[in-house]
């Protein structure tokens, strides 16, 4: 397997630590919301690439953590709390919060077909493994005591800005939302470990510690779950590419000042989703998540076969037109799969060789859109017998997870025909208001995702054109 590697900034053999033994670890959400599709698309792109190192062989176990505290509106250590913002939002407890929006995380995860990592763990979960770190590096003189807060010494750090390749003159300009200057940090780039001096009086989660109750900072959240679950080393750690900085060079700096000596060999990143206004939100326009899709007759499947058309590490526009174009083409791709009889005999020859083509695809750095092609080509290959063809599918949606050899098709439809029916009423009741410049635009829109509407005395009825 060939990865891009944030830390060299190359593409490289990956060789974990242990045999073929791979130790993987994957940030998780900050539950104070649900995921907009831009979140998901990184955890497809991670998907991909721990059912990859098992689709080449290896030994993969994955970590994620569930940041239900200590995350701020800020990826530094400035802003709101985004736990007390989402329970403010909705007049529940941080708690409930938590819960509902885990919860609402694994289920996009299932409906993605995102296998769902086998340790996860509550970043809450563990405070006695954070203060055992942050003690450590207290002792050891890589963090300090001021003002009630506990803060990492970046200037102690081996080499702090390797991974992201920024450097001090940068951050002063580069740190996002950074607005209040915190007087009680050696360098404007220290950052907090534990929280006792909050500014949010009415702080739910907050615990004991040697240096007063408070509550831990975001990034020794990961440190911390990947130390207890891996030990000394981890392998590969992953996430999108705006946890770089400050998030994972913070985690490096902690991890490798407590472990003393290097932590983690390979970093991987997936570039953004971004819509067309620049930036996913979860606050301004419309807040695209899976079931906002689903509400408009898409399959989730549709998202994650859109996403692994390009490259992980692309940014990648998202427009209602691309996803319509997935779709189609996903259509199109299933009903020729599903049409192959199941007739002849294996043929392990030709099976070999394009397996070895799609492995090869893989192990370059995940070229998912080659994968892709490779399918076409299977069924395109007139030599070979449905039989093959089948199998060879079956083997490929391992990795890809399309549901390829699954009949979903009726399930498909019955959310397409739930959308459409309640956009006739919506027009219906448009035209009641004599509202005919939205009844024409929701004709319209339903034209563009190739839906008919056609209008009669007994109605409206509907074509898939
Ligand atoms: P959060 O819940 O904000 O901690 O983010 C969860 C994951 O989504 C992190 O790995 C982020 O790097 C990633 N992420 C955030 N925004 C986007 C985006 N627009 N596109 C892709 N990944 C993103
Ligand atoms: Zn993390």
Redesign the pocket.
């Known amino acids: 397997m060939k990865l891009y590697n944030t830390l060299t900034k190359k593409v490289e053999e990956f060789i974990p630590h242990d045999g073929n033994c791979v130790k993987m670890y994957t940030?998780?959400?900050?539950v104070y919301h649900y995921?907009?599709i831009?979140?998901l698309?990184?955890?497809i792109f991670e998907d991909v690439l721990e059912k990859g190192l098992s689709y080449l062989g290896y030994d993969v176990t994955r970590a994620m953590n569930i940041?239900d505290v200590g995350?701020l509106t800020s990826d530094a250590d400035t802003g709101e709390d985004k736990m007390a913002k989402g329970a403010k939002r909705e007049g529940k407890t941080v708690y409930e919060i938590a819960d509902f929006y885990t919860e609402a995380f694994l289920n996009d995860m299932r409906s993605l077909n995102i296998k769902v990592p086998s340790i996860i763990e509550k970043a809450s979960d563990n405070i006695d493994v954070y203060i055992k770190m942050i003690q450590k590096m207290i002792d050891s003189d890589y963090a300090y005591l001021s003002n009630g807060n506990v803060y990492f010494d970046i200037s102690k750090a081996k080499d702090y800005y390797q991974l992201s390749g920024k450097n001090a003159e940068d951050l002063k300009i580069g740190v996002r939302d950074t607005v209040e200057e915190d007087k009680s940090k050696r360098n404007p780039a220290d950052f907090v470990l534990w929280f006792t001096l909050s500014k949010f009086e009415n702080q739910v989660m907050k615990w004991d510690s040697p240096w007063g109750v408070g509550y831990p900072g975001w990034h020794i959240e990961c440190s911390g779950i990947s130390y207890k679950i891996f030990g000394e080393y981890l392998d590969i750690h992953c996430?999108?590419?705006?946890?770089i900085f400050p998030h994972h060079t913070n985690e490096i700096a902690q991890s490798e000042a407590y472990v003393g000596h290097k932590w983690c060999n390979y970093w991987c990143h997936?570039?953004?989703?971004?819509d067309e206004s620049g930036?996913?939100s979860k606050s301004n326009g419309e807040f695209l998540t899976v079931s906002l899709l689903e509400q408009k007759g898409y399959s989730p499947l549709d998202y994650r076969f859109f996403c692994l058309n390009s490259h992980y590490r692309n940014p990648l526009v998202f427009t209602y037109d691309s996803l319509d174009v997935a779709r189609n083409a996903l259509r199109k791709l299933k009903k020729k799969v599903l049409s192959l009889s199941n007739d002849g005999d294996l043929d392990e020859l030709l099976f070999d060789q394009y397996k070895k083509k799609f492995s090869d695809a893989l192990g370059s750095d995940l070229n998912t859109s080659l994968m892709i092609t490779i399918v076409y080509d299977v069924l395109k290959d007139s030599s070979m017998s449905d039989k093959t063809k089948i199998e060879l599918i079956r083997d490929f949606d391992l990795v890809l997870s399309l549901n390829l050899l699954k009949d979903d098709s009726n399930m498909v439809d019955e959310s397409l025909k739930k959308m459409i029916l309640s956009k006739i009423d919506e027009r219906n009741t448009a035209k009641k208001n004599k509202d005919y410049q939205l009844a024409d635009q929701i004709r319209d829109d339903l034209l563009k995702q190739g839906i008919k509407l056609i209008d009669s005395r007994e109605g409206t009825s509907y074509e898939i054109i």
């Not at 940030?27 to 900050?30: D, F, V």
């Open positions: 940030c998780g959400p900050t995921a907009h831009g979140n698309r990184t955890y940041t995350h996430g999108g590419v705006d946890n997936g570039a953004h989703l971004n930036k996913m």
